[in-house]
């Protein structure tokens, strides 16, 4: 396939082409108009060396203020669909619906308004990693309290767009919030609990993602007949060669990332991989039960099916090997894999310098190639 044959390949007619964004990073207006502190806000503020050039998104690219130019923008681009997050901080500054801010709630409004006005289908995210920082400071995702106040604040939301918004995200990528936050510290809030952490908090996202899909479903979706899904990433998992061992760590791998929130809520349960191996490591370094909690069979049922439409964001292939499992030590969830995992896209470029086509033409076969396996 040449280059020229890639770009001139057509989609199908009722292929929608549309742009995503998160508040966080375009909105800008970090403290206007009422908006509460969020994490990030509080991440950049005082943690400026954990970001590239200590930059925030303080202004970002000042869409509360320019949002009619992104619409007019959209519309020259011959943009139909566009997909945008809600800040939950900027309509509940403290996190929690006693205290909503009107601005806020009028600034959506207003964008919704003119996206609709210009033949632009908004297709809208509760939450993109920007948790109020009120309700950080209460224990953020780990903590259940967090499954009632984002239903709170999912039926808020519901209420005050939905006659104009027919396509909801509960959670975008709730991995990363998890993974980086709890597990690794490498985004807000920055905490490395390893191997408990992250597994707390999908425990709970995945609760709160179901409540609000069941308010939906109970008290909106008669009148207002939208769709409501949430948004997982994954990269895809090519196992390193034919071998049977390769096979399943590349499987394993797969259920580990992807499997995780999908199984849930596809399927019911965690990938039984996920709760064997979990459970057999956490007690052989001395813990009582599993560091993976456990879903009553009431919560199964009541977050299985909790899905309108399947949302994926994917990003590239992953090559795996299989490895000897990790020596039992310190909890992490890369020691609950114990894989060797490396992306394809830099395997290739360490191994040569490809010319600027080779490199268009071979992330394009890898992400087209490893997408249609994922889906």
């Known amino acids: 396939t040449t280059n020229e044959e890639i770009i001139n390949k057509k989609f199908p007619e009722d292929f929608l082409f549309g742009a995503s964004t998160a508040a966080y990073q375009i909105e800008g207006a970090w403290n206007e108009d009422g908006k509460g502190e969020n994490v990030w806000d509080r991440f950049t503020h005082t943690r400026p060396e954990m ?16 949002y009619l130019e992104d619409v007019a923008m959209l519309k020259n681009l011959g943009v139909t669909h566009y997909r945008f ?3 939950w901080s900027r309509i509940l500054p ?4 006693n205290k909503i801010n009107q601005a806020g709630v009028d600034y959506y409004k207003n964008l919704i308004t003119a996206l609709k006005e210009n033949g632009i289908e908004p297709y809208v995210t509760l939450y993109h990693g920007d948790l109020p920082q009120p309700l950080q400071d209460l224990g953020g995702w780990p903590s259940p309290l967090l499954v009632d106040y984002f239903a709170d604040y999912a039926r808020l939301v ?10 909801w995200m509960t959670v975008n990528e709730p991995k990363q919030t998890c993974q980086q936050g709890y597990e690794y510290g490498n985004s807000p809030p920055a905490y490395k609990s390893t191997g408990v952490g992250s597994y707390l908090c999908a425990h709970t996202i995945l609760k709160a993602h179901a409540k609000a899909y069941h308010i939906y479903d109970e008290e909106f979706r008669a009148t207002q007949n939208g769709r ?20 399943e760590a590349a499987e394993r791998k797969l259920q580990f990332e992807f499997g995780w929130f999908a199984n849930p809520i596809f399927n019911g349960n965690y990938p039984q991989v996920m709760i064997d191996r979990i459970a ?3 007690l052989k370094e001395g813990f009582l039960k599993s560091r993976l909690p456990e879903f009553m069979p009431e919560e199964i049922d009541y977050i299985k099916g909790t899905y309108d439409f399947f949302a994926v964001n994917h990003y590239t292939t992953n090559i795996v090997e299989w490895s000897e499992d990790y020596e039992i030590g310190n909890p992490s969830t890369d020691a609950d894999i114990s894989v060797t995992s490396e992306n394809l896209v830099f395997i290739t470029l360490i191994l040569r310098v490809p010319t600027e086509q080779e490199l268009l033409k071979s992330q394009l076969n890898i992400i087209n190639k490893s997408l249609l396996r994922s889906v």
């Open 228 to 247: 409501v899904t949430m948004v997982i990433d994954t990269a895809w998992y090519e196992p390193a060669s034919d071998s049977e061992q390769d096979k």
């Open 158 to 167: 519901f209420t005050h767009f939905g006659d104009d918004v027919k396509n």
């Open 280 to 282: 057999d490591r956490s």
């Open 51 to 66: 970001i590239s050039n200590n930059e925030t998104g303080d202004v970002a690219c000042d869409s509360y203020h320019k």
């Open 85 to 87: 997050s809600l800040s």
């Open 94 to 97: 403290t996190g929690l619906v």
